[in-house]
């Protein structure tokens, strides 16, 4: 059968988010750990990208709060959405939207849900997985950005008292979208923002706010029991 439109729109969301580890992907949300030390200022882009990868190497889970919105020469500016994302390796994500409307996304890395309540039905399909560049998911870039990416510092933004370092990421192999824009922190290289070019230059912006890093997940909050009286679509033909 047919999917509802607004259901096709967050699966191909779903999609393109799993294939950068972000999902709807998708804004997220790193912050090193509390106790650390403000980092010392970078001199070089590679001591800046050395360093974005120490923070992030031994980071096993992510909770986040995030904003997205995508835009395009054609569509413009689309709806903002609302929500929460966690994250555990190697490659579980759960997102939680709340506005405009209540969806979820989840993958325990084999198997994907996308579950509308107020469309009652939930999609079924085998997880997406990554595509050709590697990028299998948002901690897996953060600490490999050496080698997936060709980096480039685009910009240093603000004041004495607050500068984020603005980072231009392009595969270095052929894959599922164009670029990467990296927010960074000064402080302690925290991502602040995160911005996914696709062949198209159609854009899709996550900011993140109340990062937590290696808090404690269940890996029950990655699968998803189907409620009664829900439709189930299978994708996939599983």
Same mark, same amino acid.
């Given at each position: 059968? !047919? +999917? %509802?439109? $607004?259901?096709?729109?967050?699966? *191909?969301? #779903? ?8 999902? !709807? +992907? %998708?804004? $997220?949300?790193?912050?090193?750990? *509390?106790? #650390? ?202």
């Amino acid at each position: 059968m !047919p +999917l %509802p439109a $607004a259901s096709r729109r967050l699966l *191909a969301a #779903a999609a393109l988010g799993l294939a950068l580890g972000v999902a !709807p +992907l %998708p804004q $997220a949300l790193l912050s090193a750990p *509390a106790h #650390a030390q403000d980092a010392p200022e970078p001199a070089t882009v590679q001591e800046l990208v050395s360093a974005v990868e120490a923070v992030y190497k031994d980071v096993q889970t992510i909770k986040a709060d995030f904003s997205q919105v995508t835009r395009s020469a054609a569509m413009g500016e689309g709806e903002r959405q609302r929500g929460r994302i966690q994250l555990m390796r190697p490659r579980m994500m759960r997102w939680d939207f709340t506005t405009p409307e209540a969806r979820l996304f989840v993958t325990d890395g084999k198997t994907m849900w996308v579950y509308s309540p107020a469309e009652k039905q939930v999609i079924i399909t085998s997880d997406l997985g990554a595509d050709d560049s590697g990028v299998d998911q948002l901690l897996t870039t953060l600490e490999n950005l050496d080698d997936l990416f060709v980096v480039k510092l685009l910009d240093r933004q603000g004041g004495a008292e607050k500068r984020s370092y603005v980072l231009e990421l392009v595969p270095k192999k052929q894959g599922g979208f164009k670029s990467l824009r990296l927010e960074l922190n000064r402080r302690r290289y925290e991502l602040e923002k995160l911005v996914i070019v696709d062949a198209f230059d159609n854009e899709t912006e996550m900011s993140f706010t109340n990062l937590k890093l290696n808090p404690t997940l269940a890996a029950s909050e990655f699968t998803f029991t189907v409620p009664a009286g829900i439709q189930v679509v299978r994708a996939d033909g599983m």
